[in-house]
């Protein structure tokens, strides 16, 4: 089966700059597809390019089997919710929603009743007589996007749909995009460059940086399995370790540095490898007694901070190694550690990522 | 002196304000002289603007000013947003900045040399082409677009300036193409510069003088020729009255255009009340 979008070498390059460099992406059809990167990695760009408000340097971009390099944007199967929301400031709610219905030569009534069902899809109803500028930043995207969704299309791009709004607003509307998706099947893409909203929203995350995709994957796959320590830098907190493999067995591999670390076997690696090991903070359990496990080194608290649902520790270890972690508060437990306080911290090999740089 | 009145700034407004408006309120007041002494007051009186009606040479020239002035103000209106559009839109095309510097020129250029320049334009193109067949209103009305629409070029492009594109480029996305995309999208939203642009048109054309001087055929003359040749002759209180009425038609365009401005900005408690009806 030929996937839904197929990007193919898709290059751009503004003067010197090479905003998108060489890109090559397969999305399917009723993906809820995640663009995640720093800012000026091309994330934009690349929407552009899908919507045809950019010009393709070389490579082809394919929409549901059909090459897209002489299609204008009006003709294309698709939809943009621009950063800003790009709502026609002179026109009511109901006119900005119905603008692309009237384009598409809908008869009369069919304009009013989906325009009644899209204004509740969003929770705007009787809010149609109402100019942009009378509505709050949450009312005007929640206008973008049913003004977006009006024309059904096959794909709806979203910049940065929620960056606008607060943090408590952002997580209620995050949901809503996901359940939207979902009734509608209509395959999304979305640009962020947040990476906790990347992660509950999207089916898959394809991370960008310089113009370049660098990993696509499940949420959970990037998280768990990053294939470089860009990736596991840029998705959540990780700490590193540096190191050499000592020796390999079936099940595990020995790395020698300034502390000795066994980690399971991903393959691929020989003994003589540099490696760097990455793991993540809530993965490090913390205790004041040494007790035989695997992984465990002596450490010293040098900072923790209270989050609320955590506690939040950063500690040395012998030949300063650095290490986060994070441990819940749970009710009964005794209080692991404090300030410059001595202890013990371990992880399973398991929760021990090889990179190889 | 936080709330109260600054004195300096006071006295310095009254001074200004009274430069720019006492003569006017002086001509204003002596219209309604009952005597036929410019400078002597004889009592109040509406006689002058009986008479004024009664003149049938000064009622043409308003009509033809009129005229001339609606026909100048569309033509330069068209043409400046024509002009504004090329130079905010098409970017860094070549000569670009030659082009905009010739573009403004005629806003410096003396007044005497553009009437004289275009009136020799004029008959060298009846000499050659037969058109324009001896001098009248369109050949008034060509001038005066010649210079109205540079000025409206520039109304229009300091707003076409802070367009956000992307309600055009979404108008794009979803389904519209250009030249509807203009009018639906473009023109409603600059609409307050293209009002005000078309105003600065017509009350530029509406009283000049030394550029329809030259141009103006037998039988064309507009009202500032007529009140010009009029006044030639020594001023009338006639003459006051019909000052006084141009200042009431130029102040009249200059407030609503004013007022279009302002409901289309910040303030927008009116279209608040008006929008929630649906
Ligand atoms: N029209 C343009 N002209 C010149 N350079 C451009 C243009 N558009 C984008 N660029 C450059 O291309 C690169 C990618 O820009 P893009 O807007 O795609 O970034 P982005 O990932 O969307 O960033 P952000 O998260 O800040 O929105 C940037 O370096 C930017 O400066
Ligand atoms: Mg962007």
Redesign the interface.
């Known amino acids: 089966m030929t996937p839904f979008i197929r990007i193919r070498n898709v290059t751009r390059r503004f003067g010197d700059v090479l905003a998108v460099d060489d890109l090559s992406l397969d999305i399917d059809r009723g993906e809820l597809f995640c663009l995640l990167g720093a800012s000026g990695c091309g994330k934009t760009t690349l929407l552009r390019m899908l919507a045809g408000f950019e010009r393709v340097d070389s490579g082809s971009i394919e929409i549901d089997g059909i090459d897209m390099a002489a299609v204008p944007p009006a003709a294309r199967p698709v939809n943009i919710m621009f950063q800003n929301y790009a709502l026609f400031p002179h026109m009511s709610v109901a006119d900005n929603i119905a603008y692309g219905l009237r384009r598409a030569g809908l008869p009369k009534p069919e304009i009013v009743a989906r325009l009644e069902e899209l204004l509740r899809l969003v929770r705007l109803d009787g809010m149609g007589g109402r100019k942009p500028h009378q509505l709050s930043g949450g009312q005007r995207q929640r206008v973008a996007l049913a003004r977006a969704l009006a024309r059904r299309p096959k794909l709806l791009l979203l910049d940065e749909p929620l960056a606008a709004l607060d943090k408590k607003l952002r997580e209620d509307t995050q949901f809503e995009l996901v359940d939207i998706q979902e009734r509608l099947e209509t395959t999304f893409i979305v640009v962020t460059h947040d990476q906790e909203e990347a992660m509950t929203l999207a089916s898959r995350i394809g991370v960008m940086d310089a113009g370049r995709l660098v990993q696509v994957d499940t949420p959970r796959t990037l998280y768990d399995r990053p294939c470089n320590s860009f990736i596991a830098d840029f998705l959540g907190t990780v700490s590193f370790l540096e190191g050499v493999v000592a020796s390999v067995n079936d099940g595990s591999i020995m790395v020698d540095g300034p502390v000795p670390v066994t980690a399971a076997n991903p393959g691929g690696f020989a003994v003589g490898d540099v490696v760097r090991m990455a793991v993540r903070p809530e993965k490090i359990a913390l205790g004041p007694e040494a007790r035989g496990a695997i992984n465990e080194i002596p450490v010293t608290v040098e900072d923790l901070a209270f989050t609320g649902v955590a506690t939040n520790y950063r500690v040395i270890g012998p030949e300063g190694v650095r290490l986060k972690l994070t441990q819940p508060n749970r009710r009964g437990e005794a209080a692991s550690l404090e300030w410059e306080q001595q202890g013990f911290v371990s992880f399973d090999p398991a929760d021990v990522v090889l990179l190889r740089d | 002196m936080n709330r109260g009145v600054s004195w300096p700034a006071l006295w310095l407004g009254i001074i200004g304000f009274g430069i720019l408006y006492v003569p006017v309120m002086v001509m204003v007041v002596y219209s309604f002289n009952a005597g036929r002494l410019v400078s002597v007051w004889a009592g109040f009186s509406t006689k002058w603007y009986g008479e004024l009606m009664q003149n049938d040479q000064v009622l043409e020239a308003l009509g033809k000013s009129l005229w001339v002035a609606v026909n100048a103000a569309t033509l330069s209106t068209v043409f400046g947003v024509l002009i504004a559009l090329a130079f905010v839109r098409y970017g860094n095309f070549r000569f670009r900045l030659l082009l905009s510097a010739l573009a403004s020129t005629p806003l410096v250029m003396p007044e005497v040399v553009t009437g004289l320049s275009l009136l020799l334009l004029f008959i060298a193109m009846e000499g050659f082409l037969g058109w324009p067949a001896g001098r009248g209103l369109d050949t008034i009305i060509i001038a005066h677009t010649t210079f109205g629409m540079c000025f409206a070029a520039i109304v229009v492009q300091s707003r076409l300036r802070d367009f ?1 594109m ?2 055009e ?9 250009q030249p509807f995309i203009f009018f ?2 473009t023109l ?2 600059i ?1 307050p510069a293209v009002v005000a642009a078309w105003l600065l048109a017509f009350t530029l054309s509406f009283d000049d003088l030394v550029i329809a001087s030259f141009v103006s055929g037998p039988g064309s003359s507009t009202l500032p020729i007529v009140v010009f040749s009029k006044v030639r002759l020594g001023v009338t209180p006639e003459i006051n009255a019909l000052a006084t009425i141009m200042i009431a038609l130029v102040a009249a365009s200059v407030i609503t255009a004013s007022i279009i401005i302002y409901r289309n900005a910040a303030g ?1 408690v009116a ?2 009340q008006k ?4």
């Not at chain 2, 480029?169 to 193409?177: C, P, Q, R, S, V």
């Not at chain 2, 929008?275 to 649906?278: A, K, N, T, Y």
């Open positions: 956000d992307s309600i480029e979404a108008a794009a996305d979803l389904g519209a193409t639906s999208i409603p939203v609409a927008r279209t608040t929008g929630s009806q649906p």
